[in-house]
C-alpha cells in the first residue's frame, strides 16, 4: 500500500497529498476484480499511486484542488485492455456488475471529461497503438484509438503524409480522445476538424457490442456523428480509418496588423469568401497582440553552461517575485482589463500550405486583401515565429499555477454577424475575474471560433476557486446569450455539461434516448454531458 | 381514415389517391399531427403521407454569414434564383439534386451532403429545424462548428425522416461566381486522370461538373468550374500542374453532351473502373471520397432510399411507436 502519494510532475511544486485523501476503492469493484483480470488478462491496478494518476486529466480545476491538497474523484481501478473482445469482455462485467466505466485516452482533456465523478473503472485504451500502412489510393491510414498525437504525425511524415490535425495538445493526446470530444487542430482551416478526417470508426458501445461504421457511400442515417464527441458516454473508441494528406510541397507565412480587431476579422471573412483555403489563420485581440511579441523566430538556444549565482537567482528568486507581482496584480483583474483601451492593433498570421505555386497564389491574393483593408504587412516573421512557439502555450499553464493564480481558456464558435459581440460581451462578462486576452482562429466562410484566455487571483485559495467558478458561470452565458455555441473544439466533460443541456433546449432528450440505446445500464462515463448516472 | 382525418383536423385533407395527407403549415402544425398520429396508432407512410408544400418560407439573407433560413418545401432550384438577387448561389450540387425540396435533399439518399473547397464534404445547412418522433423540436447550433456533444442533426440527414423530420434549415451560400470556366485535357489512363482530379480538388479545386470520356486508350476529361475572376486563374493554373504531373496535356476537343442517368454516389474506385470498362461519365459534387456520379457506374442510386444498414437500424427504436413509419 502506498503511505503517500506524490503528483506525477506536480508533487515537488506544491508538496505531497496525503493518503487519507483518496478513499478505498469501492467493494463492488473489489468485488469485481477477478472478472475484471480475467477480461484484460491480469493488466490492471487498484494501486493509489495509478489510482491517483487517473484521477485528473488537464481541468485547470484539477490544478487548483491539488494546489490545495484536495484530490477528484479517482477510479477505483484501471484497467489496459489490448482487443476490442477485452473491451467488450470489461463492458460485460461492468453491466452485471453496475460498475461506471471511463474510457481514457491520454488524459490532456480540460473538461473533466475523465472525472471519475461516480467512481468505477478507467479503460484506459493506450494499448490500441497500431498504425495500418497508407493506402495512398483512398489517401487513408487505419489507426488505433490508443495512438498518441505525435507518433502518428512523425509516423505519417517518415512515409509522406500528413493528418493535418495538430492540436495544441499533439505531445500529450490520442486519436481516441480526440475523437471523443471533437477535436481541431491549428491547421483546421485547410484540413478540417477530427470529425472531417473520420471515415469509420470502431467502438466498443455501452451494451458491448462491437460497431463498425461504413464509409460512404450507404443508405440511411450516419452513426458515426452521434458517437463523435460523446465523450465516453455512449462507446470507447478502440480506432479509425482517417483520411491522410501528402506533404505539403510548400508554405507561405504572412503576418498583418490591423487598426482594430473588427478590422481583422472582416479580413478573415473575406480571406474565406473570396475561396482561399489558408491552413492558419489566427488574429489576436490587442492586449493578446501586445503579448505575442513583434514576431522573431525563436533563435539559436545556447547550450546548458555550469551553474551561476545569476542562474540561482533566476531560478529562485525571480519566480518568488513573479508569484507575488503576479498574485496580487490578477487579483484585480478589472483594472488591467481596462488598460486594454490603450492598445487598438490587432495582429493577424496567415499560413498557406500544399501546391508551392498554389500556395503563393493565395498569398498574394490574400495580401491584397488585407492591404485594401489597410492592414501593415509584417511579412513572414510574425508567422514563423508561432510555427515554432505553437505548442509551448499549453505547457505554460502549470507555471501561473504555480505563481497562485487560476488559468484556463475557453473556446467557442459564432457566425459572423454575432462574433464581434460574442467577444466584446465574454469580455465585458469575464473581465471582473480574470484578466482576458482572446484570438480568433479556426475560421470558416461562415464564421470562426474565439478562444479566450484567463488568468485570475485571488485573497486565498477559497476566493480563488469562487472566483474561477463566477468566471465560468459569466463567461459562458454571455457567449451563448450574444449567439456564440458552448464549445468549438475542447468538448463538454463536467465543465460545460450544464451549458451544453441548456443549449439542446428539447433536444437534450434526443441525447438521452441515444445513451439509453447504446447505454442501457448507464455505465459508460457516467454524469458527463449532463447525462444523467 | 375518416376519424384520422377528423382527429387531424385543419393540417390534414385527402389526397388524390384516397389518402390522408398531413400538411402543416408550420412546425407546431406538425407537431400536433405527430401526436395525434401516436394516439391513434397511426404511421406516416402507411396510414398518411406528409407534404411540405406549405412550408416554402425564405427568411432574411444574413449576408456576412451568406445564409439564409429556408423551409424544408422550398425547391433548390427555386431557392437557388432566389439567391441569385442577393449575389449568392446554393453552389455546385447534381442537376438531379436541383429538383428536390430542401426535405428531400438532406432526408433522402443525397443526405443533405456537399463538396466543399478542398474535397471535404459537409452538410447544405448549418442549422437544422426538426420535429422528433415524441414531436418534440430539435434544434441545432448556428455556429459554424461545435463540440458540444454528439451531432444530433445526424438523426435527420439522410434518416429518410424516419427519425426526425425537417421543417426549416439554415443554409450555406456561396458568392454567386464572377466567372465560370471549362478545360478540356487528355490523360492517359484512367487512374491517372482520378490522381490528377482528387490531388487538385485536395489543392483546392472546386469544380462544378466533370465529362469524362474515354477513347482510344486515354481519357478526354472536360473540367468546369467557376469562382471569382482571379480565382478560376488559379484554379486553372493548379488543374494543369496536376494534369501535366500524371502525363496529361490540354486538350482542344470541344462540349459534349455527357450521359444522362440515374445519379449514384461513388467512390473514385469505382469511377476509375467505369472509365476502364469504357463508359463516359459525368461527375457531380465532387469530393476526395465520392462523387455524384452519371452513366455506367458503380455506387449507391440516388434516386430512391436505399436499405440500412442494421446498426442505423437500431435508431428506429428511437421511434417506439414508428409513428414516422418504422424501417424503410
Redesign the interface.
Known amino acids: 500500500m502506498v503511505t503517500e502519494a506524490r503528483l506525477s510532475g506536480l508533487g515537488t511544486r506544491w508538496g505531497a497529498v496525503p493518503a487519507s485523501a483518496l478513499p478505498p476503492p469501492r467493494p463492488a469493484v473489489v468485488a469485481a476484480r477477478g472478472a475484471l483480470a480475467q477480461a484484460v488478462a491480469g493488466r490492471l491496478s487498484f494501486q493509489d499511486f495509478d489510482r491517483l494518476s487517473y484521477a485528473r486529466d488537464l481541468w485547470p480545476l484539477a490544478l487548483l484542488w491539488i494546489r490545495q491538497g484536495k484530490v477528484p474523484p479517482p477510479p477505483d481501478a484501471i484497467v489496459w485492455p489490448s482487443t476490442e473482445a477485452q473491451v467488450a469482455e470489461v463492458v460485460k462485467v461492468a453491466r452485471k456488475e453496475r460498475l461506471a466505466l471511463i474510457p481514457y485516452g491520454a488524459g490532456s482533456g480540460v473538461c473533466g471529461g475523465t472525472w471519475a465523478i461516480h467512481g468505477g473503472v478507467t479503460l484506459d485504451l493506450k494499448r490500441f497503438d497500431t498504425i495500418g500502412p497508407v493506402d495512398e489510393a483512398q489517401r487513408a491510414v487505419d489507426v488505433g484509438a490508443g495512438v498518441m498525437g505525435e507518433t502518428l504525425e512523425r509516423k505519417l511524415n517518415s512515409r509522406g503524409w500528413t493528418l493535418g490535425h495538430f492540436p495544441s495538445s499533439i505531445y500529450c493526446s490520442s486519436v481516441g480522445g480526440w475523437i471523443a470530444a471533437r477535436s481541431a487542430g491549428q491547421l483546421s482551416s485547410r484540413y478540417g476538424k477530427i470529425e472531417d478526417m473520420v471515415l469509420s470508426l470502431r467502438a466498443v458501445l455501452g451494451t458491448g457490442e462491437l460497431l463498425a461504421t461504413p464509409e460512404r457511400p450507404f443508405s440511411g442515417p450516419d452513426l458515426a456523428p452521434l458517437l463523435i464527441g460523446s465523450e465516453g458516454t455512449l462507446c470507447a473508441f478502440t480506432g479509425a480509418r482517417l483520411r491522410v494528406f501528402p506533404l505539403p510541397e510548400g508554405r507561405v507565412f504572412h503576418g498583418f496588423e490591423f487598426a482594430s480587431v473588427a478590422a481583422g476579422l472582416e479580413a478573415i471573412r473575406l480571406i474565406f469568401r473570396e475561396g482561399l483555403r489558408p491552413a492558419v489563420v489566427r488574429l489576436y485581440d490587442p492586449f493578446d497582440t501586445a503579448f505575442v511579441g513583434k514576431g522573431k523566430p525563436r533563435g539559436h538556444r545556447a547550450p546548458p553552461t555550469a551553474p551561476s549565482k545569476r542562474g540561482a537567482l533566476a531560478r529562485s528568486f525571480l519566480p518568488m517575485m513573479l508569484r507575488q507581482v503576479t498574485k496580487q496584480t490578477l487579483g484585480r483583474p478589472k483594472a488591467i482589463n481596462k488598460l486594454q483601451g490603450v492598445f487598438s492593433k490587432s495582429r493577424l498570421i496567415l499560413m498557406f500550405e500544399g501546391d508551392a505555386k498554389r500556395a503563393e497564389a493565395e498569398d498574394r491574393a490574400a495580401t491584397s486583401l488585407c492591404r485594401r483593408l489597410g492592414a501593415d504587412d509584417l511579412g513572414e516573421a510574425p508567422g514563423r515565429a508561432w510555427l515554432a512557439k505553437r505548442y509551448d502555450v499549453s505547457y505554460r499553464m502549470s507555471g501561473l499555477i504555480d505563481a497562485g493564480t487560476f488559468a484556463d481558456t475557453m473556446e467557442i464558435a459564432a457566425p459572423w454577424e454575432r462574433v464581434q459581440e460574442v467577444y466584446e460581451r465574454v469580455h465585458a462578462a469575464a473581465s471582473p475575474y480574470a484578466f482576458v486576452l482572446c484570438h480568433f482562429s479556426h475560421a470558416y466562410a461562415d464564421g470562426c471560433s474565439l478562444y479566450f484566455s484567463f488568468v485570475g487571483s485571488g485573497a486565498d485559495e477559497q476566493e480563488i476557486e469562487q472566483r474561477y467558478h463566477g468566471l465560468w458561470r459569466a463567461a459562458l452565458a454571455a457567449a451563448v446569450t450574444a449567439g456564440g455555441n458552448v464549445s468549438h473544439h475542447h468538448g463538454v466533460g463536467i465543465l460545460k455539461a450544464r451549458a451544453m443541456q441548456d443549449a439542446l433546449g428539447e433536444g437534450r432528450h434526443a441525447l438521452a434516448a441515444l445513451k439509453a440505446l447504446f447505454d442501457p445500464d448507464g455505465i459508460m462515463n457516467p454524469g458527463k454531458l449532463g447525462l444523467a448516472p | 381514415m375518416k376519424g384520422l382525418l377528423e382527429a387531424l383536423g385543419p393540417v390534414a385533407r385527402l389526397g388524390t389517391d384516397g389518402g390522408v395527407v398531413l400538411e402543416p403549415s408550420d412546425e407546431r402544425g406538425l407537431t400536433d399531427a405527430l401526436h395525434v398520429l401516436a394516439d391513434q396508432g397511426a404511421r406516416l407512410h402507411r396510414d398518411a403521407t406528409l407534404s411540405r408544400a406549405k412550408l416554402t418560407d425564405v427568411g432574411h439573407v ?1 449576408t ?4 439564409v433560413d429556408v423551409g424544408a418545401g422550398v425547391v433548390l432550384q427555386h431557392l437557388e434564383d432566389r439567391l441569385r438577387t442577393f449575389g449568392l448561389s446554393v453552389g455546385p450540387l447534381s442537376p438531379a439534386a436541383m429538383h428536390l425540396t430542401l426535405a428531400e435533399y438532406l432526408e433522402g ?1 443525397y ?1 443533405g451532403l456537399r463538396a466543399i ?2 474535397g ?3 452538410p447544405l445547412c ?1 442549422k437544422l429545424f426538426a420535429v ?1 418522433p ?1 414531436g ?20 435527420v ?4 425522416g424516419r ?2 423530420l425537417v421543417t426549416r434549415a439554415r443554409v ?1 451560400c ?2 454567386l461566381p464572377e466567372a465560370d470556366v471549362r478545360a478540356t485535357f487528355s490523360l492517359p489512363s484512367p487512374a491517372a486522370f482520378v490522381t490528377a482530379l ?2 487538385a480538388i ?3 479545386l ?1 469544380p462544378w461538373r466533370v465529362h469524362v470520356d474515354p477513347r482510344s486508350g486515354r481519357v478526354v476529361a472536360e473540367v468546369r468550374w467557376a ?2 475572376a ?2 478560376v486563374e ?1 484554379d486553372r ?2 488543374l494543369a ?1 496536376c494534369v501535366d504531373a500524371v502525363g496529361g496535356r490540354p486538350s482542344g476537343d470541344t462540349e459534349r453532351e455527357g450521359p444522362v442517368s440515374v445519379e ?6 469505382a469511377v476509375r473502373k467505369g472509365l476502364e470498362a469504357g463508359h463516359a461519365l459525368q461527375l457531380f459534387r465532387l469530393s ?3 462523387v455524384v456520379a452519371r452513366g455506367e457506374v458503380g ?2 442510386p440516388l434516386d430512391e ?5 442494421s ?5 428506429l ?2 421511434d417506439p411507436k414508428a409513428v414516422l413509419g418504422g424501417f ?1
Open positions: 444574413q456576412k454569414s451568406m445564409t439518399p443526405a473547397p478542398g471535404r464534404l459537409e448549418t422528433l415524441d418534440r423540436r430539435l434544434e441545432t447550433s448556428d455556429a459554424p462548428r461545435s463540440a458540444a456533444g454528439p451531432d444530433l442533426s445526424a438523426l440527414l439522410g434518416g429518410h427519425l426526425g450555406r456561396y458568392p482528387t490531388r485536395a489543392d483546392g472546386w469562382g471569382t482571379h480565382g488559379r493554373e493548379l500542374r449514384h454516389e461513388s467512390t473514385w474506385d476526395l471520397g465520392t455506387g449507391m432510399a436505399g436499405p440500412w444498414t446498426l442505423a437500424g437500431r435508431l427504436a428511437l424503410p
